[in-house]
């Protein structure tokens, strides 16, 4: 039994500046079949219904036929968020399947996916750039399997993979989907037992243009 899904988006986020008229991406459908696509942007809800956010996409829905490319547009609309810190929120990317039996074939599944990638609402009083933020990251042990990590700046940073190097020369390893640091924010990271203190980390994060980089912190 074979899943299928496959509107895939130019960029992995999206960082809208206040001052931008709007910002676009590409979606690319990989699919062998067509597919209704259907987009919002909420805080991580999943629902189309969500109220109150301050952004529209458009088109809002559309069908995209195999190997089709269509762009789409985002649009701040100029509602109050926060300007002394950044805001995250959340383009989903929502593709029904067909229904017709030439596209749904008996050994095959066709389902419903949403994709969601990060959009980031940087103020314009705020110039920071991941790369710098990354340097300013400090973690603390709280107990032998939870560390307390910190964000000084007034920007997000997205954490994929987290190595923490102890003066008794082990290495634990923290990744996931969750590993994003809010502006202004502590956040607390499960880790296997870990009985020496941290001594340097290794920190995988991804930049404004999707890159994923790397850095070496030494405690402090």
């Known amino acids: 039994m074979n899943a299928y ?3 895939m988006p130019s960029q992995s986020r999206i960082i809208y500046h206040e001052e931008d008229k709007e910002q676009s991406l590409m979606l690319a ?8 696509v259907q987009t919002w942007i909420d805080r991580g809800e ?3 219904e969500t109220v109150n956010i301050p952004f529209i996409s458009i088109p809002p829905v559309f069908r995209m036929e195999p190997s089709d490319i269509k762009g789409v547009r985002i649009i701040y609309n100029k509602d109050k968020l926060p300007d002394n810190k950044e805001s995250l929120f959340w383009f989903n990317i929502y593709e029904i ?3 017709k039996k030439e596209f749904n074939p008996e050994n095959s599944v066709l389902i419903t996916m949403n994709t969601q990638i990060k959009l980031f609402f940087r103020p314009e009083t705020i110039n920071t750039i991941p790369e710098e933020v990354v340097e300013k990251i400090t973690c603390k042990k709280i107990n032998n399997t939870n560390i307390e990590c910190y964000n000084p700046s007034l920007i997000h940073l997205s954490v994929i993979n987290l190595k923490i190097m102890t003066d008794d020369n082990k290495i634990k390893e923290v990744s996931g989907n969750d590993l994003i640091l809010p502006p202004l924010s502590s956040k607390k990271l499960t880790i296997d037992a ?3 203190s941290i001594k340097k980390m290794i920190v995988m994060y991804v930049n404004d243009n999707g890159e994923i980089l790397e850095q070496t912190l030494s405690n402090r």
């Not at 459908?29 to 209704?36: F, G, K, L, R, S």
């Open 46 to 48: 999943g629902n189309p």
């Open 29 to 36: 459908n990989t699919n062998e079949y067509p597919v209704i």
């Open 97 to 99: 399947p067909p229904e």
């Open 194 to 196: 870990m009985h020496g």
């Open 5 to 7: 899904c496959g509107i």
